[in-house]
Structure formats: structure tokens, C-alpha cells
């Protein structure tokens, strides 16, 4: 392991800020907040950083709900686990249907950052750290058709 570089610019954490996963430095969306609904997913067409392409093949971010699925369970149990122990739950009252209606709007106000970091995820299965980005060019786009991108 490379011990030069300091420990935040290899940490995998990166990810959850929505960093490329070749250099962990460039962003991969062009506006920085989630919330401004109508950018939520506009991404730069490659790192600004190290040039490794985000638009691998067309459709490659279909898969990314997968990851978003992931995610939304893994919140879901961990507001459950965390309404049980402080809250609690009873057969004699409603405190499942607040746990519900919480955990509901909960996700609806953490979607458009759970989106960006599902694509960050997914892009990360296939695009792996490299520590030496710097001196190594990114592997190019094999299976994208720009004149059929955007005909869904």
C-alpha cells in the first residue's frame, strides 16, 4: 500500500461524496448539491481530474438502482432498529404507523443524494482505485453508441 498519499485521498469514504473511483478527487456531478432538483443528476461526461469516462456504455446506470435499493433497505433497518431501542414498539398503540410514516419521509428527502451515490457505487464495481492515476490513462469506452445514446 502506497503510504505517501495522505489516508482522505485513498479512503473509500470518497465515494459517499460522490468522487471519481479511479483518482477519488474529481466530482462526478456538476452541481455539488443534491437537493437542486432540476441538476440532481446531471454528471460531467468525465472526471475533470484524471479524464477516466463516467458514460461507460449505454444504459451502464440502470444497474445503479440495485445499489439504491441496497441503500434504502440498509436505512430503513437501521431507523427501525433505532425506533425500537429508543422509541419502542407496542401491540397497544401506533408507534409502528409514526416509524412508518417517518422512515417514509425520510427516504423521499434522502433520494436524490442516495441516487448520486448509488451511481457512485456502481461506477465503482468496474472502476477501480488506481494509485497511480497520474501516470496511467484511463481504459477507453468500448460499448458506447453516441447516436443511440439518448433514445430510450
Not at 470518497?14 to 448539491?33: V, Y
Not at 422509541?87 to 425520510?106: E, K, M, P, V
Not at 488506481?130 to 460499448?143: A, G, L, S
Amino acid at each position: 500500500m502506497n503510504f505517501t498519499e495522505p489516508a482522505e485521498k485513498r479512503s473509500p469514504l470518497k465515494l459517499l461524496a460522490c468522487k471519481c473511483p479511479r483518482c477519488r478527487e474529481g466530482d462526478m456531478f456538476e452541481d455539488k448539491n443534491p437537493w437542486h432538483l432540476k441538476n440532481t443528476m446531471k454528471m460531467y461526461p468525465q472526471c475533470p481530474i484524471c479524464k477516466q469516462p463516467f458514460d461507460i456504455e449505454v444504459g451502464f446506470y440502470f444497474g445503479s438502482s440495485y445499489v439504491s435499493y441496497a441503500f434504502t433497505v440498509a436505512l430503513s433497518v437501521a431507523t427501525f432498529i433505532a425506533w425500537w431501542v429508543i422509541i419502542g414498539f407496542s401491540i397497544n398503540d401506533n408507534r409502528i404507523f409514526y416509524w412508518l410514516t417517518f422512515n417514509a419521509l425520510l427516504l423521499i428527502a434522502m433520494q436524490p443524494y442516495l441516487m448520486r451515490v448509488a451511481r457512485t457505487g456502481w461506477l465503482a464495481f468496474l472502476v477501480k482505485y488506481d494509485r497511480n492515476w497520474k501516470n496511467n490513462q484511463p481504459k477507453p469506452v468500448e460499448r458506447n453508441n453516441r447516436d443511440q445514446q439518448n433514445n430510450w
